[in-house]
């Protein structure tokens, strides 16, 4: 089996670590004899690069940069884009890359970025002179069919552990959160919720990055995109997580969230 896994602007959209997505999904894969190719969808990406992928990854971004990609990110590639997403590519989307997939972003400084309007959201930063959102961050993963699929994986509720670090508030308008924040800001520190899921699309703030500290989402995706390439059932045998079972167990007792800690 193998897997084309597009990864968004990698250089524009890889300043807050998230290529560990790309490296967490490539290694997963791999250790399950699964070929992943890792193709860029940026500036040099051909407009046939964009259309035969099973699984993207979006990094976040300084507003700068995501100005430069907004600028690419038009006409026919956006159409691409957006298609893959409305065909249920799986896809994991970390701050700046959601806030672009919204209907527009107002960064703290410049014109409002027009954003593709595939997840029915509003990002808005409130200018330099607010409490920008750092920190660690803890969720109740909500969003179905996700949140069923883990805790079925888990025989617990799933709750994802990241970090974050972002000005922007995002609004969600008719899209299911992604989750329910324990700790943290979350999508805009008032509402109480995390990130966005519309299709097979995860949109987070969480960096960290997300997915090798919460490695069962990894799983997700991987399986999602072979059952969606392959047309079949896919469900991995577990692989030895205990490092990251350690450190998510740390983090929960960090958080004083020792209640959450697991012994799966
Ligand atoms: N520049 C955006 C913000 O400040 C996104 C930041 C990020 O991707 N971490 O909200």
Redesign the pocket.
Known sequence: MQLKLGWLYPTLMG??GDRGNVICLEKRAQWRDIEVEIIPLDKEAPLEAWSDIDLIVGG????RQ?EIVMRDLQGAKAAKFKALIEDAVPGVF???SP?LLGKYYE?ALGQRIEGLGILDLV?K?PGFEAKRCIGNVAFEITANPLADDLTKKLGQKPVALGFE????RTYLGDVQPLGKVLTGYGNNGEDGWEGAFYKMAIATYA?GPLLPKNPFIADWLLEKALERKYQQTVEFSPIDDNLAKQARNTMFKRLDLAELSSTA
């Open positions: 300043t807050y976040g971004a300084q507003d995501q970390t701050c700046g806030q960064p990002s930063h670090n972002h000005g922007g960096h």
